[in-house]
């Protein structure tokens, strides 16, 4: 062995020995650790020297210390990152972000003393980044908490316009009684309510010794279950109590509890321990102090609406409530199904209204969401995608029930409108009948598009595959979705031509340029988030959904529970769901800080109003979004 090859060798040893040290190269693979040290180089840099800026154009390496020290300091007056200034020791590393982007470092970083750095090519680095999974998380990490600043940032700008909220994030262990009154299910109804009276509340939590709840008795159960129901008052409350109460962990959130009052339709939900032991009871009183527009006042107007003059307000108490949440930094997830609940309960208090005109009494019909709506992921601004199924009673005229049906869903399509979900430009509505059909039409339509899977279909399946029952006999919602998997898992081809159309759209990324945004003829300078952006993961994740046999609808869910029967790494699919959840969060708070009051809002956002740090995580979620459709392109065999 020569010299040269001994000095090497010796060098590459040390430089294993090294990295050992330090994460996350103390967890990774040997051969990874050696693929570092045969390519890494270590340089020096005497004290005050500039190791890298942002006019040192692209940046060509990653850099970690050896030793010495290195002091990163923000260029220019954007806020990049939390720190203006920041002191980099032996086993840290920079500038991550540019490097993972191929672009200029937004830092200079200077050798505040003599130092040396390892210095691995970009290209290596990049190489590395594929083949270890514990690098990548690390980086992957390092995303994550950019996107962590951003959320903070988003919600320092909103805290100026909703000043007075509390946060709907803090734990359900702080909120409401924490010592809540209980009395055991044979306790007499006498008893009961003597102990209501004493203590002045309107509700008791019935409970074992174990204190384990089993229901719930308030001022109301007294009304319909004892005094009109004739019950005497000395027997057991368990015969007057509402049974198995709504029960949620104390690490829960308020907005949590506020969620599955919406969804359920309830006023209290029991906190406990992780034992299932009660520690507490949050009434929506309590989290209406927590809010400028309460939930209360909210579901008390939906449903008690007796006109669409009053739904109409409550939509728009919707939309400050949903601001007030977006303000208190919710996540994208959480807000969007959180719209998506109260919309429901709009539409449904419209479908109600509505048969008080139309009569169909002993027959099973449902009304159905598709779009955004079937997916639990409405924003700010959603038109309707709506429709029908009925099974007709036997010996009756299915196309006079159709027709009956078609005047009722004018009826309903038109008041949705009038609170404030527009009417479907492209007619995809409960009142056209190509929308209004049997159970046996619907089954009949799914295998045709399936069977024939041409431009159209397509489009349609991206549509109407994601729906879900609002209203009416879920039953028969469900025979729908059975018959859909079943014949998308026995046409392969289909599935191939959904994602060959999948991948018709890119991520608006530039090759010279950060961003694409000269794609939309009608708006240069500007992207369109929901077609460039979100809409390529929701593509992805309802064909990952089908071939999986995932019954759910919504986006996330699917791709967490496809992602699991598929075995994509978790850490792939956190950071694809990172990408979407920032996409969605843009574009609420473009469609409210941009929208003008009671319009519908647009996706359509200018990236050079952006600041640094967004533009940089968009470029992230962008470069996500090709990720996900490369691995699809790949398990399709698209060309």
Not at 553 to 579: C, D, H, M, P
Request: net charge neutral.
């Amino acid at each position: 062995m020569s010299l040269r090859q001994d000095g090497r060798t010796r060098m590459a040893g040390n430089t294993q020995a090294f990295l050992r040290n330090h994460a996350p190269f103390n967890k990774m693979q040997p051969d990874a650790l050696q693929r570092f040290a045969e390519k890494a180089k270590i340089v020096f840099y005497a004290a005050g020297s500039l190791i890298i800026g942002p006019d040192s154009g692209k940046v060509r390496y990653f850099y970690l210390i050896e030793s010495g020290k290195v002091q990163a300091r923000q260029a220019g007056e954007v806020t990049v990152t939390e720190y203006s200034i920041l002191s980099l020791s032996p086993g840290e590393s920079f500038p991550i972000g540019a490097v993972t982007a191929g672009r200029p470092s937004t830092n200079m970083y200077t050798a505040v003393e003599d130092t040396f750095c390892y210095q691995l090519p970009a290209d290596d680095f990049l190489a590395l980044l594929a083949s270890s999974p514990e690098f990548n998380l690390f980086c992957t990490r390092y995303i994550a908490s950019l996107l962590d600043q951003s959320r903070r940032q988003l919600q320092l700008q909103f805290s100026q316009r909703a000043s007075e909220q509390q946060t709907l994030n803090s734990p359900l262990a702080g909120i409401g009684s924490r010592s809540p009154i209980t009395v055991s299910p044979e306790t007499p109804l006498r008893t009961a309510l003597e102990t209501m009276s004493k203590a002045g509340i309107g509700s008791l939590v019935v409970a074992g010794e174990d204190r384990k709840a089993v229901g719930v008795f308030t001022r109301t159960d007294l009304l319909d279950r004892v005094v009109l129901a004739d019950l005497p008052l000395t027997s057991p409350v368990s015969q007057a109590m509402s049974a198995n109460p709504f029960m949620i962990e104390e690490h829960a959130t308020a907005y949590d509890a506020m969620f599955a009052m919406a969804t359920h339709g309830i006023r209290h939900v029991l906190v406990t321990d992780a034992e299932g032991k009660l520690t507490g009871v949050v009434s929506e009183r309590d989290l209406f102090s927590l809010q400028r527009v309460g939930l209360r006042q909210i579901r008390q107007s939906i449903d008690g609406a007796h006109n669409v003059e009053a739904l109409q307000q409550a939509a728009a108490d919707v939309r400050q409530l949903s601001f007030n949440m977006l303000a208190q930094g919710v996540g994208s997830e959480q807000l969007t199904q959180f719209i998506s609940a109260l919309n429901d309960a709009l539409t449904r208090r419209v479908i109600q209204l509505n048969l008080e005109k139309h009569n169909f009494d002993g027959i099973e019909w449902a009304w159905l969401a598709f779009g955004s709506e079937g997916r639990d992921e409405q924003t700010f601004s959603t038109d309707q995608d709506n429709g029908i199924v009925f099974a007709p009673p036997e010996g009756t005229s299915a196309e006079a029930l159709k027709q009956r049906f078609l005047a009722y869903a004018l009826d309903v399509n038109n008041d949705l409108d009038r609170v404030g979900f527009p009417l479907c430009k492209g007619n995809i509505m409960a009142s056209n009948p190509q929308w209004c059909l049997t159970l046996a039409e619907w089954k009949e339509q799914f295998s045709n598009w399936i069977r024939m899977p041409q431009p159209d279909a397509l489009l349609n399946a991206t549509i109407f595959f994601d729906f879900r029952p609002l209203y009416g006999k879920a039953e028969l919602a469900d025979a729908m979705r059975r018959h859909l998997l079943a014949q998308t898992a026995s046409n392969p081809m289909f599935l191939r031509a959904m994602a060959k159309n999948a991948l018709d759209v890119e991520p608006p990324l530039g090759k010279i340029r950060d961003f694409l945004t000269d794609l939309e003829p009608g708006h240069p300078g500007k992207i369109d988030l929901k077609k460039y952006g979100s809409r390529i993961f929701v593509d992805v994740a309802r064909i990952y959904a089908m071939a999986s046999g995932v019954h759910n609808t919504n986006s996330i869910q699917r791709l967490r529970l496809a992602s699991q029967r598929l075995s994509i790494r978790s850490e792939e699919i956190n950071a694809v769901l990172e990408g979407l959840n920032f996409i969605q969060l843009l574009r609420l708070q473009h469609q409210y800080l941009e929208g003008e009051p009671g319009t519908q809002g647009d996706n359509l956002i200018d990236p050079d109003t952006l600041n640094e740090l967004d533009r940089r995580i968009l470029k992230e979620s962008f470069r996500q979004a090709r990720k996900i459709q490369t691995r699809l392109k790949l398990d399709y065999q698209v060309q």
